[in-house]
């Protein structure tokens, strides 16, 4: 028997709690008993880890069926790396699982704790998005219920446009039941460079002249930094490193956080010197060396319960990508913007991607992404607005898993698939049985936003 329990759910950043009924399905026909009951409650939508940081993954005075229990390995052939999984296996189950045998998921979020079908739902990107695209790329088919009841097999050449659709569809198509991912080679080890650089501009031309070569790029920026130090900050690049003479080390447990920090902890003073300080712990000569692999994909992942750092008003992260071409100025733009407040944490984080993602609600395209830890302070409306018009006037667009405050307006501007996505909803759920608060923000569908 399917239990539901009402209570408050939010996502990663804790801005916009909302209310709603949940089940936790164990089986796959305890997830079809849930879904028949939940429509009773009104809208639908499934929750993965809740690692998305803004309303994408909570549905107000709905039904929630949460994947956390749809976590087991259905099928792995070695010969062709092909794992098949339920949803709510995470990127720490298959590194547990299969890093020891030397492979990995292709392509990883900033958290190993993300589920597989929220990754999915994101079309997520990580550290290595110019060598390996999203993680729809590598994908190759999956099992769907959608709004009727039925469960559908989807793939490149099965219900395609409902297979472009659900990747970076923010679960607004159905439930993913299982779905098969391409695993690749991986080692426990990466040998890391790390370079200390003193502006926007030599950041520019660090991935100039890495980006089209190594495996791994990702870049952080001290987004309080002013003047001739706008943009400063440390770029790394990381190979595999399968001759490593080290021991491999098993997941390390995080170390929790047990309340809610006040709200002087992350102060403007406190946040510029853990900044310089921060900087300055790589040498001014740059350094190599080699680090677990997790440790480099995942360095949040050592604080459990990290986002109790911004306090019980939460914070709001801003991602945006911006074409190569404006992306210089944008960038520049941006962080000119967050300095002259002073509202921004130690956590900023540069990148490039490589082009477009499978899906029509995909966030990459070629060019540059910039993400920004917002706190939830005064001021924090008009600093989201601001960097948003810079996004969009330079022809770029916002991360919807990380989202939290664009506009409708500027979501229907930037996203230029969105009436095919539209279509197909209407085609699979002409009764909006999936909504999210996110998609009533942004008006999919032609709802209140």
Known sequence: MIRWKTDRFAGWGRTSPAMARAARPERQAELDAAFAAAREFGATLPRGNGRSYGDAAQVTDGALILATRLDRFVSFDPATNLLVAEPGVTFADILAAFLPRGLAAPVSPGTMYATLGGALAADAHGKNHDRAGAFGAHVEWFDLLIANGETLRCARDQNADLFRATIGGMGLTGFVRRLALRLAPASPFVRVKESRVDD???????????????????????????????????????EYAPDAAQRPPGLRAPKPIPFDLPGFALSTPIVRGFNELYWRRV??????????????????????????????????????????????????????????????????????????????????????????????????????????????????????????????????ATYPRLAEFEAVLAEFDPEKRFESDLSRRLGIRGGAA
Do not use: C
């Open 283 to 412: 040498p001014e000569a740059g350094r190599d060396g080699i680090r677990a692999l997790d440790r480099f994909l995942y360095p949040l992942d050592s604080l459990a319960d990290w986002n109790r750092l911004y306090g019980k008003r939460g914070f709001h992260q801003f991602q945006a990508v911006v074409p190569d071409g404006p992306a210089r100025d944008a960038v520049r733009d941006m962080l000119d913007k967050v300095a002259a407040t002073g509202n921004a944490s130690f956590l900023a984080v540069l990148k490039t991607l490589g082009g477009e993602g499978h899906g029509l609600l995909s966030f990459p395209m070629r060019g540059v992404t910039l993400a920004l830890d917002i706190p939830n302070a005064p001021g924090a409306d008009e600093l989201l607005t601001a960097l948003e018009f810079v996004a969009r006037d330079a022809g770029g667009r916002i991360y919807l898993a990380k989202d939290s405050h664009q506009s409708a307006a500027t979501f229907r």
């Open 200 to 238: 926007l501009d030599e950041f520019f031309e660090e991935f100039a002249a890495s980006r089209d070569s190594a495996n791994f790029t990702v870049g952080w920026v001290d987004a309080l930094a002013k003047g001739g130090q706008l943009g400063r900050g440390i770029f790394e690049t990381a």
